[in-house]
């Protein structure tokens, strides 16, 4: 079974606070994503890393970064923590581009 | 540009049969994946298509049509447990095989 993990279920934080969200995969995929969820919205592509050390911006990538030190390993970072990024953030991995996505379960993190 | 179209939100009784449509337009269209998400959980992969025609898959089935820009799925024999929201994704290569969502369809299965 692919397993995808995220470092927590939920999470508060308080505006200009820096936060990490850690996502880590044990199938070796080449690929690793990460989304927000929010209602009436979807999910929208923030980053996304092909490989080690590569990252490649989504469609809403203003106010975070992200870090991909190992393969199991994708981080994503939000530098100054603001209220309207108050949202579920899911992780997802892939074999590679073509194949399917598993998510991990999420983190909604709320920011006052 | 590139646009996921499906019904907000869609009810039907245990037993029964539902169909949850998505039609999309892409550019660099290479597949159609749906799936499963309950109420504060991880997005789960149902069913892929990248050929026209018809995915079974026990009770679940998914349909493509490239020509239309059109996919459904259906689900028979529905349960309490299939009331989720469906997520219908679309691979676009000229953006590089990112997948795009659609805003997801919530099922209310009903007694």
Redesign the interface.
């Known amino acids: 079974d692919v397993k ?1 993990t995220q470092s927590s279920r939920y999470l508060v934080k308080r505006t200009g606070e820096k936060v990490f969200l850690e996502c880590v995969q044990d199938m070796d995929h080449e690929n690793m994503f990460w989304y927000r969820q929010d209602p ?6 923030i980053y ?1 890393s092909y490989d080690v050390k590569m990252k ?1 911006k ?1 469609d809403i990538p203003e106010g975070y970064s992200v870090s991909r030190e190992k393969k199991e390993r994708f981080s994503l970072i939000l530098e100054s923590a603001s209220t309207n990024q108050t949202s579920m953030y ?1 992780c997802a991995s892939s074999v590679d ?2 194949e ?7 983190t ?1 993190l709320l920011v006052l | 540009g590139q646009n996921i179209d499906q019904p907000t939100e869609m009810t039907a009784t245990e037993g029964a049969i539902v169909q949850i449509n998505c039609t999309y337009q892409t550019s660099g269209f290479n ?1 159609l ?1 749906w ?1 499963q998400q309950h109420a ?6 149902l069913s ?1 298509n990248v050929l026209d025609g018809l995915e079974e898959k026990g009770r679940f089935s998914s349909f493509l049509s490239r020509s239309k820009g059109y996919s459904y799925l259906l689900l028979k024999e529905l349960q309490m447990k299939d009331s989720a929201s469906y ?1 219908c ?1 679309v691979r676009d290569d000229n953006q ?4 795009i ?4 369809t919530e099922l209310s299965v009903k007694p």
């Open positions: 995808v009436g919205l979807g999910l929208r592509l996304f490649e989504g899911l581009r073509i399917t996505q598993y998510f991990g379960p999420g909604r | 597949g994946f799936y504060g959980e991880a997005p789960t992969f892929y997520l994704a590089g095989g990112k997948l969502f659609g805003q997801g």
